[in-house]
């Protein structure tokens, strides 16, 4: 994962830059046997053009800006003690049980091929959730 926090939204060269960095580490973790999931994420504080947004799919990464959270982080976050807090319980049963039956493909797909990168078709799960 990699944040920005910058006052002008994330570039293609900033999208290039972290594909090289993780893709080695995927070279690296699988000559060793990781059999993890993983998953490669930009977050930024600033919104995020639709041709980098685009841009990063095709490169297997999914970039996450103050309009879009994927789902399994919302998932994540929904299961933290003060979720109730921040989100109306009588919405919290529905996001978790919608929320994890959409997340099934995704999962099983990548727990088939661990080593695998995020298809665009997986990428558009995950973006639609």
Do not use: H
């Not at 998953?39 to 103050?66: D, F, H």
């Not at 080593?115 to 973006?127: C, G, N, T």
């Amino acid at each position: 994962m990699e944040v920005k926090d910058q006052a002008q939204p994330v570039q293609k060269g900033q999208v290039d830059e972290f594909d090289g960095k993780t893709l080695d580490y995927f070279a690296g973790a699988a000559l060793q046997g990781n059999t993890l999931s993983l998953y490669r994420m930009m977050w930024s504080t600033e919104a995020i053009g639709p041709l980098i947004r685009r841009y990063a799919a095709l490169k297997g990464i999914i970039m996450v800006g103050p309009d879009r959270v994927p789902l399994p982080s919302l998932l994540a976050a929904a299961e933290r003690w003060e979720t109730p807090d921040w989100f109306p319980e009588r919405l919290l049963s529905e996001l978790v049980l919608l929320g994890e039956r959409a997340c099934l493909p995704l999962a099983w797909e990548m727990d088939r091929e661990p080593s695998a990168r995020l298809r665009r078709s997986e990428y558009r799960k995950v973006e639609a959730g």
